[in-house]
């Protein structure tokens, strides 16, 4: 079968390091305006041009983010910053509104048009539309079945590309459109500022008794009423693939760059391991799940993939298996030992792992040097701090990572 693209989340810089490193086939980051998620790191237009560098040096994809639903008054705007984009050397634009786009193909031309999930494209006669306005890819709402997915592949053939969200947070609106947050806080999810009030925790008042507050369900923690689960797909991932799909997409350009390089790392794998060979990834399927485990994440299930998703409410708070310990930054020529970028409080003799680009590697923590004053230390909690240690054979990039701790010890 033909091996879809990888396409992961660059919030920060930091997380496009992370995807690259770990494997990313492309990233998709947004600008300071203008993208559903105002509150990541985002570039400005200097930044753009230096991530876009970055990309196409790892011989990866750099696409804009620019979803949001423009006014009137912001079309010009709108524009120019489509135009600035294409300068800094992006690959695709990735929007949502049919005058957005209809803007950017008579302004911007030379830009390619991938249209987002927030368009909600569930059918081959939409997909067929966005061909006919010159788009070349649709990223299809996360309600499109998998039969439904192979189906629309049939109809299309290679006339427009299928881009659909294999793994991250899912929104418990449709495909996203969400006002939720636009009536409680004022901060619109279909301009960017979401404040994600689905993930709260609600309860029933009765009229007669105010101030007395009813879980919907009777337990000790409360319901999360309208919390839905994570999507992960990687339990199906080889049938996404034989489906035909274009484009494999992580969700999270609010998420660390140790979820970018964790949720990266292990689907890159599973398809390295699919192109080798299906039963190759079969054997690999339950390690492969577990090192999703390892990064921040709630509960998930397959979404709408296979039919109707697990009831919302169970997607409480978050669990997580594996904690960032350190990044590593390159050999110390001088000691012989591995420069690292302290993240989490870890110890001396303590069991760690090293993530690395062809896998996990078990390894025990040594004593470690503070760079700063050459102090050799048997732990550090200052998170920025140069420490040297030793390590197996590594690069700059691969990440150390420990047992999730209370930060107060």
């Known amino acids: 079968m033909s091996m879809p693209e990888l396409l992961c989340p660059a919030g920060s810089m930091e997380a496009l390091e992370a995807a690259l490193h770990f494997g990313a ?45 423009p006014f009137d008054d912001e079309l010009e705007g709108f524009a120019e910053a489509a135009r600035e984009a294409k300068a800094a050397g992006v690959d695709a634009a990735i929007v949502s509104d049919p005058g957005a786009i209809r803007l950017l193909r008579r302004e911007v031309p030379e830009l390619a048009v991938h249209v987002s999930t927030q368009a909600n494209t569930l059918n081959t006669p939409a997909a067929e539309l966005y061909r006919e306005m010159g788009c070349e890819r649709v990223i299809l709402a996360r309600e499109v079945s998998l039969d439904r997915i192979r189906a629309m592949k049939r109809a299309l053939g290679d006339s427009i590309q299928l881009e659909t969200f294999v793994h991250g947070a899912s929104c418990m609106a449709y495909s996203g459109r969400c006002m ?12 960017g500022e979401c404040a994600q009030p689905c993930r709260w925790k609600y309860a029933v008042m009765e009229e007669k008794r105010p101030g007395e507050y009813f879980p919907v369900e009777e337990d000790e923690r409360g319901t999360y009423l309208f919390s839905a689960r994570d999507l992960c797909l990687m339990p199906i991932l080889e049938e996404l693939c034989e489906a035909g799909v274009s484009s494999l997409k992580i969700e999270g350009r609010m998420k660390s760059e140790y979820y970018v390089a964790v949720v990266t790392g292990a689907y890159r794998r599973a398809l390295d391991l699919l192109a080798e060979s299906p039963e190759a990834f079969r054997r690999a399927l339950p390690e492969l799940e577990r090192e999703l485990r390892s990064a921040s994440h ?6 709408f993939l296979l039919g109707q998703p697990e009831v919302p409410g169970e997607a409480e708070g978050f669990h997580q298996e594996r904690e960032y ?37 078990q390894v025990t923590a040594s004593p470690l040097v503070r760079e700063k004053t050459g102090e050799t230390l048997e732990t550090l909690g200052i998170a920025g701090e140069t420490i040297l240690m030793d390590l197996p054979e590594c690069e700059a990039g691969d990440i150390l990572r420990g047992p999730v701790r209370n930060h107060r010890e």
């Open 298 to 303: 709630r509960d998930s299930d397959t979404g």
């Open 325 to 361: 310990a350190a990044r590593v930054l390159g050999r110390d020529e001088k000691t012989g030992k591995t420069r690292l970028m302290l993240k989490n409080r870890f110890f001396a003799g303590e069991q760690l792992e090293l993530m690395t680009r062809k896998g996990i590697l």
């Open 180 to 191: 939720l947050s636009a009536y409680l806080t004022g901060r619109s999810g279909n301009r």
């Open 25 to 69: 086939d492309a990233v998709y980051g947004g600008i300071k305006r203008y993208g559903l998620r105002a509150f990541a790191g985002n570039f400005d237009p200097e930044e753009l041009r230096e991530a876009v560098r970055r990309a196409h040096a790892a011989k990866a994809r750099f696409y804009v983010t620019m979803n949001i639903y």
